[in-house]
């Protein structure tokens, strides 16, 4: 897909399974079992999914996946899975190296948004992508770096502490756009403090890379708000501020975690919104 000046790529970088009643907060396991089913942990599978930006001067990664810095108790948990995705494979596949990346973006330091930013290399942690620049909210990092009881089993300081110790951490301006008129910033604060969803664009077509404010399409409908959030009635707030506008102008949201579909566009009903078309790939 080509937006503006840059080349749009979708890439799986891996999966792993979160309880599905911390994914649907209040929603009855009977509704959102059948779209997302569950195993016999009550788990449903998911998958990373990050854009990669290609235009004549930059490579730019918007979040990096679950990482490969988790120990095997970890890993049980989380059911995490390589065997048909990693970032490194997905970018190798474009015939992209790690040090071509000049500029990585990030929604949110969550686990399995930042785990692939930094890595482990002779007993040393560093970043990932070594010649890019890594972008994330102050008010996120800040959180980051003294999380509440509730949410620091999220925030693993491994996988961005090293960022700024290298001085490879910048943090977003306050302007709306980031490097052009092609990259806009959505701030929203409900899922965690300082998220930063990320609105790619031209004269014709809108991507949204949603975070886990939509972290999958079955998440389009106003109460399908995960357990997770810290704050869900701003979550709440934040999907009726932004639909409307995604129906009106046919954005195309891209999720991070759904495992079947890619984007979806989004439609106006009498309940509220929900998903207008679905997209495998962009």
């Not at 330091?109 to 942690?125: I, P």
């Not at 960022?163 to 951490?169: C, D, V």
Request: charged residues 25%; negative net charge.
């Amino acid at each position: 897909m080509k937006i503006g000046k840059y080349r749009v790529h979708s890439l799986l970088s891996g999966g792993f399974k979160l309880d599905g009643g911390a994914m649907f907060g209040i929603i009855p396991k009977l509704l959102w079992s059948k779209s997302n089913p569950a195993d016999e942990l009550n788990r449903i599978s998911l998958v990373t999914r990050n854009l990669l930006l290609v235009s004549d001067s930059r490579k730019i990664l918007i979040d990096t996946g679950m990482g490969n810095k988790w120990t095997d108790k970890s890993k049980e948990i989380y059911d995490i899975d390589f065997s048909q995705f990693t970032l490194e494979r997905s970018l190798k596949e474009l015939e992209i190296e790690p040090s071509d990346i000049t500029d990585v973006l990030l929604t949110h330091l969550h686990f399995d948004h930042t785990g692939g930013s930094t890595k482990l290399e002779n007993g040393k942690l560093i970043p990932s992508f070594p010649n890019a620049k890594y972008f994330v909210a102050k008010k996120n990092y800040e959180w980051g770096i003294n999380a509440t009881d509730r949410d620091k089993g999220s925030y693993l300081k491994e996988n961005f502490q090293a960022l700024f110790e290298n001085g490879a951490l910048h943090f977003f301006s306050e302007k709306e756009h980031l490097f052009d008129d092609e990259i806009a910033l959505l701030p929203v604060n409900g899922h965690t403090i300082g998220q930063q969803l990320f609105k790619i664009f031209d004269t014709t077509t809108t991507l949204l890379y949603c975070g886990d404010l939509f972290p999958t399409s079955s998440h389009i409908p106003l109460p399908y708000i995960m357990g997770y959030d810290l704050q869900p009635l701003i979550t709440l707030a934040e999907k009726k501020e932004l639909l409307p506008t995604a129906v009106e102008e046919n954005w195309k949201l891209v999720f991070e975690h759904d495992p079947f579909f890619a984007a979806a566009t989004v439609a106006k009903n009498e309940k509220g919104f929900s998903v207008r078309e679905r997209f495998e790939t962009l």
